[in-house]
């Protein structure tokens, strides 16, 4: 079994909550270490007890050297957002691995609860505190780690797009930064569509 492998194995024992616990950036920067760095493999706090005997298993571990740590078998905790006290910093939908936090600058925002893993980066850097975590209905499981690892990667995917767009308009002198822009424009216009509608409903929801 190849390097690659043995890393995409480990990682599909991740929760895949991206919420950098464990030390490492992602996920599958903690499955690479695992495996190429022979990192510790009880780290994963959201896994906890038995994703840590789940990968020493994969590895064919004989003892593992795991301090006393909690299943990952429990309530979901998700984010959600105070909305009267928001000030629509967007700080914390650049925070969000997943994508989970929508909204635009001065503007309300509020969170997708089904998109939200609970990994509670969005906390810190909200300058008003308006962001609480409670406990869901939810017991995440394999099925959620597959989704949150999708909205994680078309995440970065975006995210990488972007910065490389912006580089390009910066330096092109060939003239085609104005088609550039309009294509941004448009999408831009479909994420704003978007955002009012989901907020929209927000509002719904919280006057009914």
């Known amino acids: 079994m190849s390097t690659k492998e043995l890393i995409r194995i480990i990682d599909d024992s991740l929760p895949q909550t991206q919420c950098r616990k464990c030390g490492y950036e992602d996920c599958i920067s903690y499955a690479s270490a695992i495996v190429i760095e022979n990192a510790n493999i009880s780290l994963c706090d959201p896994g906890g007890k038995s994703v840590t005997e789940e990968i020493a298993y994969k590895l064919k571990l004989e003892k593992i050297d795991q301090p006393n740590i909690e299943d990952h078998k429990k309530q979901l905790m998700v984010a959600y957002i105070e909305e009267d006290e928001c000030i629509g910093c967007t700080l914390c939908v650049r925070a969000c691995p997943v994508s989970a936090i929508i909204g635009s600058n001065k503007l309300m925002h509020s969170i997708v ?32 780690a597959k989704i949150a690892r999708k909205h994680y990667e078309d995440t970065k995917n975006r995210m990488n797009k972007n910065s490389i767009n912006k580089h390009s308009l910066m330096n092109d002198n060939s ?34």
Do not use: F
């Open 175 to 208: 003239g085609n930064e104005y088609q550039d822009k309009d294509i941004d424009c448009h999408e831009e216009d479909k994420k704003k569509l978007l955002i009012e509608r989901i907020l929209n409903k927000a509002r719904n929801i919280r006057t009914s």
């Open 113 to 144: 609860q089904d998109w939200c893993t609970g990994c509670e980066l969005c906390l810190p850097v909200c300058p008003v505190d308006c962001i609480k975590m409670k406990s869901s209905d939810k017991i995440w499981g394999k099925k959620d």
